[in-house]
């Protein structure tokens, strides 16, 4: 083809460039099928583990070869991989996590007229909501590892799916709301299903929003890929149905919509954003990157009122009908994870490495600080998410958290701004998780899978340094 001004153009062929990233894809596809379908978390860590690398390394080939996709032809198959590698989730019941067991009580209950904060999962008084899916009886049935017991009258011993089914629970308002939603619009006996599919959709709403954005912004539409086809999406989000998926997608809107100049758009998407933190509370962290380089208050206020205003009044409805704390279990959870104890557990591994551990804590606080400092002072407003990035990069790598979910936010954000080497974060969580049981200290797999993911943060951010100083301002102009 002869342009009319210049010499002749060669169109790229669409079928042989999309050949490797189709193939990769497939085969990421059947090893998630192998992963999922393998019930070894308790029974076989060291293999489960290692069919986990297998999908990581598989993901980064893919990655590779979609690079070599011209731009206007990436669309279609990361979309087409959204679909498929998010159906890999639905092969099998939740595998690593008992989460969604909660999710389906609380629905439960809250479609019988009682409040979720009221009421633990084995208090007599919803004993009447219980049936044999989630409350098993019988020895053969309350023998699993993933099983607990319960108070029981009588020889037929009594247990539950749910995991502390002694404490309220501890999900927010909006996550509350959403499990009520499946419950009503889940057929009868559907069990864990509804909570897969609902989740499998959320996680498909967050790569065409993050498409969407990128698209907007003229950014490189591969990067959707990040998401779309990360080993954690399927594995966390779909098949465990963890409702982080939820704030994912409604964090990812948010800063979409705060990176406007707009005061009516910045303040969508401080509503958003509040609606984000009424999911699951962690997406508070991304609100420094939302105020990335703001300089005016209205500015800061724009975003800041709107999100706690939204935040509060969706408590409001929840605090009127409870009869006890809306904050449920989570001040126990906090200890019981150890965030209190810098001492024990594998929370601040790296921390502890250089430092005593009461010091924990407090250089945490100080680093943290510091890192919020800059991002509000020298971050790019018309990039915030980029921001929120740098602040839950580095919050993860200071807390080290043991639960391979928690990472689906970082795997969102790394999906907007596109520094692919943050996803060390997010292979270091099932690192510990899982592979911290086959060697029997969680703290020494932490310490190893969180220090390495940071070299890896490090040495890349070092090298793009270096490489945008060897261009020249020149080069970086144009």
Not at 57 to 84: D, H, I, K, N, S
Not at 129 to 143: H, I, K, N, T
Not at 283 to 294: K, N, Q, R, T, Y
Not at 295 to 320: G, I, K, N, S
Request: charged share 15%.
């Amino acid at each position: 083809m002869r342009t009319a001004t210049g010499p002749r153009v060669r169109s790229v062929p669409a079928v042989p460039v999309l050949v490797a990233p189709v193939l990769a894809l497939c085969a990421l596809v059947g090893a998630l099928v192998w992963t999922i379908g393998y019930d070894g978390n308790f029974t076989d860590p060291a293999g489960l583990s290692w069919r986990y690398a297998a999908c990581w390394a598989l993901f980064a080939l893919a990655l590779l070869a979609l690079r070599r996709v011209p731009a206007r032809l990436v669309v279609a198959p990361v979309l087409a991989g959204a679909f498929a590698v998010a159906a890999t989730g639905l092969v099998a019941e939740p595998r690593t996590s008992t989460d969604a067991y909660r999710y389906a009580w609380d629905g439960r209950v809250q479609s019988a007229g009682v409040s979720p904060y009221d009421h633990a999962p084995q208090d007599p008084a919803l004993a009447r909501l219980r049936d044999p899916w989630l409350f098993p009886a019988g020895a053969a049935a309350c023998s699993g590892p993933d099983r607990a017991r319960i108070p029981y009258s009588g020889p037929v011993p009594r247990c539950t799916r749910i995991n502390r089914p002694s404490v309220h629970t501890i999900y927010p308002p909006v996550a509350e709301a959403y499990f009520l939603a499946v419950d009503r619009l889940s057929p009868g006996g559907a069990r864990h299903k509804p909570l897969q599919i609902g989740a499998g959709v959320l996680s498909l709403a967050v790569t065409g929003a993050l498409l969407l954005i990128l698209r907007r912004r003229g950014a490189d539409p591969r990067r959707a890929a990040y998401w779309a086809w990360c080993p954690a999406v399927p594995i966390e989000a779909v098949n465990n149905a963890h409702v982080d998926v939820l704030g994912v997608l409604l964090a990812v809107a948010g800063l979409g919509l705060v990176a406007a100049r707009s005061l009516r758009r910045r303040a969508c998407g401080g509503l958003v954003l509040g609606a984000a933190v009424a999911t699951k509370l962690m997406p508070a962290i991304v609100l420094p990157g939302a105020l990335s380089g703001v300089r005016r208050v209205r500015d800061a206020v724009a975003v800041l009122l709107p999100a706690a205003a939204f935040t509060a009044l969706a408590y409001l409805p929840y605090v009127l009908l409870s009869h006890g704390s809306v904050l449920g279990y989570l001040g126990g959870y906090v200890a019981e994870e150890g965030y209190e104890d810098p001492s024990a557990g594998s929370r601040y591994a790296l921390l502890r490495l250089v430092l005593p551990g009461e010091w924990a804590v407090p250089v945490l606080a100080a680093a943290m600080a510091g890192v919020c400092g800059y991002v509000l002072w020298r971050g790019d407003p018309r990039r915030p998410w980029s921001g929120a990035l740098l602040v839950t990069g580095w919050a993860f790598a200071l807390l080290t958290p043991g639960y391979s979910w928690y990472a689906l936010l970082l795997v969102g954000l790394v999906a907007l701004d596109g520094r692919w080497e943050w996803l060390g974060i997010a292979v270091a969580g099932p690192a510990v998780y899982v592979t911290g049981q086959a060697f029997g200290s969680r703290g020494a797999v932490s310490a190893t899978a969180y220090g390495a993911a940071v070299l890896l943060v490090l040495v890349v951010t070092v090298v793009r340094w270096r490489r945008r100083r060897g261009e020249g301002p020149g080069a970086r102009s144009a």
